[in-house]
């Protein structure tokens, strides 16, 4: 059964770079997709991005510029890195994996982590 | 891209039905028959209820059941259970643009 572990800091300065890590336990990400979303408060869910374990990525058109996710196989760990951020990114943010379930098709997201929350502050 | 247009509420007793929609366009959902449908309860992480517009993963009870006509799709969920009071949000493949989630749906068990 696989599972997802979301860390890193819960408070970040406007303007600095958000950096998180979901460890992933039960599977390898040797294999599928791997996302990131965010929910702000209150608020619905954004899809952010994915990376492939072979290395392509796929972003949202609108965070595009922003966003960087990657992965290490030997830690079996993937990463979000978001720049120059604002209180607009205060959210929960979610990693989840995304599988492809019909051929052919879109990976979907069918395994999510708990969530960390990231609050934009100075 | 715009979020897709969801209802904010929707009701039902115990045993009735209740039917969310999940409006888009021609570049999300009425492009592709790659809808999802997640379920959030308070404080927790979405849980994947359907995928290509009316499949479900195992697990899911098939009281939960998808469709999709044009640009709209919809979530039913039948015999509803005190445990079915959530929020439901829809997603769509969309495209180069990867995926958009809809506006959420607070569903409320009378």
């Known amino acids: 059964q696989v599972q997802l572990q979301e860390s890193g800091p819960g408070l970040v300065k406007p303007s600095e770079t958000l950096s998180l890590t979901c460890t992933v336990s039960g599977g390898s990400i040797s294999s599928y997709h791997w996302s990131w979303i965010r929910q702000p408060p209150g608020k619905g869910l954004e899809w952010i991005g994915y990376?492939?374990?072979?290395?392509?990525?796929n972003y949202n058109p609108s965070l595009k510029s922003r966003v960087t996710i990657s992965g290490d196989t030997s830690k079996n760990q993937f990463s979000l890195n978001l720049s120059s951020v604002t209180a607009a990114d205060t959210a929960e943010y979610y990693c989840?994996?995304?599988?492809?379930?019909?051929?052919?098709?879109?990976?979907?997201?069918?395994?999510w982590g708990k969530g960390t929350t990231v609050t934009v502050s100075s | 891209q715009s979020a897709l247009t969801q209802p904010p509420s929707a009701s039902g007793s115990p045993g009735q039905s209740v039917t969310i929609s999940c409006t888009g366009t021609s570049s999300d959902v009425g492009g592709y028959n790659y809808v999802s449908w997640y379920q959030q309860h308070p404080g927790k992480a979405p849980k994947f209820m359907i995928y290509e517009v009316n499949k479900r993963p195992s697990g899911v009870p098939d009281r939960f059941s998808g469709s999709k006509s044009g640009n709209t799709a919809s979530l039913t969920v039948s015999g509803l259970q005190a445990e079915d009071e959530a929020d439901y949000y829809c997603s769509s493949y969309a495209g180069i643009n990867g995926y958009v989630f809809g506006t959420g749906t607070k569903v409320t068990v009378l």
């Open positions: 990376f492939y374990y072979s290395g392509s990525t």
């Open positions: 989840a994996r995304a599988r492809t379930l019909g051929v052919p098709g879109p990976p979907y997201m069918d395994v």
